[in-house]
T-cell receptor
Framework: LAKTTQPISMDSYEGQEVNITCSHN???????ITWYQQFPSQGPRFIIQ???TKVTNEVASLFIPADRKSSTLSLPRVSLSDTAVYYC??????????????FGSGTRLLVRP | DGGITQSPKYLFRKEGQNVTLSCEQN?????MYWYRQDPGQGLRLIYY???????QKGDIAEGYSVSREKKESFPLTVTSAQKNPTAFYLC?????????????FGPGTRLTVL
């Protein structure tokens, strides 16, 4: 499974757009990129997943360049409630018995008023 | 409502005692997982099960045991052999074959060994 590298922490202000970049230089052809959000003392929650180019849902956008060696999670107009840890994961889809997710240390986002 | 439940939310045990953490899901998911999270750290996989009566060790299985006798249930036992069991334990489930790598997590159990 490809290893990911993210910034340890980021600060932002309410209403701003936040971009969190994840590096995954050894991503394999079959790997997808998935982002999770975790609030203190809660389980992580799936945010978005993509393979290439751009994916957008009601919560975030995910930008993946052509070489797929990095990806950027974009949170539009953050609010205080977006303060959380964000994890970038890379792996194949859960098609076989060896499937598992590898969580790194994540990026701790602090949104200030 | 479908979801994953873990009980209890907080658990205190004396050193040397075994303790079992409960995890139940009604999502009809085949796969279930146990993770451990230490303060300021990411999640580490303890055990996972892709199907009933089958499970595999994760990255930190030593000192833990599991069973998967029913599709809905995946209890984790923290044994006295686990050297540092105080942590936040998270259970998750997923449906292999789904398009997204989405694991659904329970609310967690915070275990403190005194």
């Amino acid at each position: 499974l490809a290893k990911t590298t993210q910034p340890i922490s980021m600060d932002s202000y309410e209403g701003q757009e936040v971009n969190i970049t994840c590096s995954h230089n050894n991503i394999a052809t079959n790997d997808y990129i998935t982002w999770y959000q975790q609030f203190p003392s809660q389980g992580p929650r799936f945010i978005i997943q993509g393979y290439k180019t751009k994916v957008t849902n009601e919560v975030a956008s995910l930008f993946i360049p052509a070489d797929r060696k990095s990806s950027t999670l974009s949170l539009p107009r953050v609010s205080l409630s977006d303060t959380a840890v964000y994890y970038c994961l890379v792996g194949d889809l859960p098609m076989d018995s060896s499937y598992k997710l590898i969580f790194g240390s994540g990026t701790r986002l602090l949104v200030r008023p | 409502d479908g979801g994953i439940t873990q009980s209890p939310k907080y658990l205190f045990r004396k050193e040397g005692q075994n303790v079992t953490l409960s995890c139940e899901q009604n999502l009809n998911h085949d796969a279930m997982y146990w993770y451990r999270q230490d303060p300021g750290q990411g999640l580490r996989l303890i055990y996972y099960s892709q199907i009933v009566n089958d499970f595999q060790k994760g990255d930190i299985a030593e000192g833990y045991s599991v069973s998967r006798e029913k599709k809905e249930s995946f209890p984790l036992t923290v044994t006295s052999a686990q050297k540092n069991p105080t942590a936040f334990y998270l259970c998750a489930s997923s449906s292999p074959g789904d398009w997204y790598n989405e694991q659904f997590f329970g609310p967690g159990t915070r275990l403190t060994v005194l």
